[in-house]
Antibody, heavy 121, light 113 residues
């Protein structure tokens, strides 16, 4: 069964940067599109970004476009989220998640436990 | 962007009774070429990540109990729990994956009456 383990969260000042990582195991990482989804404290889920299996295509929510970059290293089975120019409203638990299906649009079947990012001075 | 609106925001149901959660999308998520609705339902318990319950609007994910069912098409969808169990207390979210950004509903909190 697939497993995802996020790391890299922490406390950062407004305007700062942080890089999240998500280590994947138990499935053929290079075959699946992957996503980042966040959840502000006590709030609902917000889809942030996704990336195709090859890494050639990426999509972003308007709220993070131009500030966040999703990438992946398939030989290392790792997904990344580079977050720059962080704002207080970026404070959230960040989950990485795997597409259910190998091809086409798909819901998310495996989720990590999440990593907390806190943006505060 | 497609806006997903769930109702109600919260719901209290007695054990063994039926629970119904609705989800409405601001535009159709039915893809005519394959007749599939790009709609999923997730369950999230406190301190846990979301769990996929239903996809293609009505297909149960592997391991999901039969008491969970999904229905609907186009813009209107329903998640039904036929006989509520104590372990079903959670927040439930719908999500469209028809077009990026793959937006979620605001969530429905389900409690025991």
């Amino acid at each position: 069964e697939g497993q995802l383990l996020e790391s890299g969260g922490g406390l950062v000042q407004p305007g700062g940067s942080l890089r999240l990582a998500c280590a994947a195991s138990g499935f053929t990482f290079s075959s699946y599109d992957m996503s980042w989804v966040r959840q502000a404290p006590g709030k609902g889920l917000e889809w942030v970004a996704d990336i195709s299996a090859s890494g050639g295509s990426t999509y972003y929510a308007d709220s993070v476009k131009g500030r966040f970059t999703i990438s992946r290293d398939n030989p290392k089975n790792t997904l990344y989220l580079q977050m720059n120019f962080l704002r207080a409203e970026d404070t959230a638990i960040y989950f990485c998640a795997k597409n259910l299906l190998v091809t086409g649009a798909s819901p998310l079947d495996y989720w990590g436990q999440g990593t907390l990012v806190t943006v505060s001075s | 962007d497609i806006v997903m609106t769930q109702s109600p925001d919260s719901l209290a149901v007695s054990l063994g009774e039926r629970a119904t959660i609705n989800c409405k999308s601001s535009q159709s998520v039915l893809y005519s070429s394959n007749n599939k609705n790009y709609l999923a339902w997730y369950q999230q318990k406190p301190g846990q990540p979301p769990r996929l319950l239903i996809f293609w609007a009505s297909i149960r994910e592997s391991g999901v109990p039969e008491r969970f069912s999904g229905s609907g098409s186009g813009t209107d969808f329903t998640l039904t729990i036929s006989s509520l169990q104590a372990e079903d207390v959670a927040v439930y979210y719908c999500q469209q994956y028809y077009i990026n950004p793959y937006t979620f509903g605001q969530g429905t909190k389900l409690e025991i009456k």
